[in-house]
């Protein structure tokens, strides 16, 4: 066990590095929207359906959000999710999956951009995706649309 975790750590930081050096325009405008997202979540007043989700479904806990569907067009995964992020406070509850899902997708498109073409591509694409009106809406909703744009 301790020669497998020597041998990971061996050149862990210099990998690190590496990564980091050849996709540093890609960190860069990921951290962009990750404060632009930040920043939108707590701006962004919560609409009569989130009110809704939050009061009906993730407060009430997992088991209740996983068991209890009352109406259609419930988001249930997402309000599984969600119900554990409560504890860090109403907003992030709310809303942190929707953040985390709408990161997730910029860097899952970032990869697959760069596989089928080329690096700038990639970064033009993510930097053009993250600025669409819908999926800087659904980026801070407290609803489990980019969820499933993340899947």
């Known amino acids: 066990m301790k020669a497998l975790f020597e041998r990971f750590a061996k050149g862990f930081g210099e990998r690190c590095g590496k990564i980091f050096r050849e996709n540093f325009r890609f ?76 990161t997730g997708s910029l860097i899952l498109l970032y990869l697959v951009l760069k596989e089928l073409f080329s690096r700038g591509i990639a970064i033009f694409g993510i930097y053009l995706y993250g600025f669409f009106f819908l999926v800087n809406s659904y980026a801070v909703q407290g609803r489990g649309y980019s969820l499933a744009t993340f899947f």
């Not at 259609?72 to 992030?92: E, Q, T």
């Open 27 to 102: 960190f860069v405008i990921l951290l962009f929207y990750i404060c632009y997202y930040t920043y939108r979540m707590f701006a962004v007043t919560p609409w009569y359906d989130e009110e809704w989700t939050y009061i009906n479904m993730i407060d009430r806990g997992f088991v209740y959000s996983a068991t209890h569907w009352p109406a259609p067009n419930n988001h249930v995964f997402f309000s599984m999710l969600s119900s554990f992020f409560k504890i860090f406070g109403v907003y992030i509850g709310l809303r942190g999956v929707s953040l985390l899902a709408a």
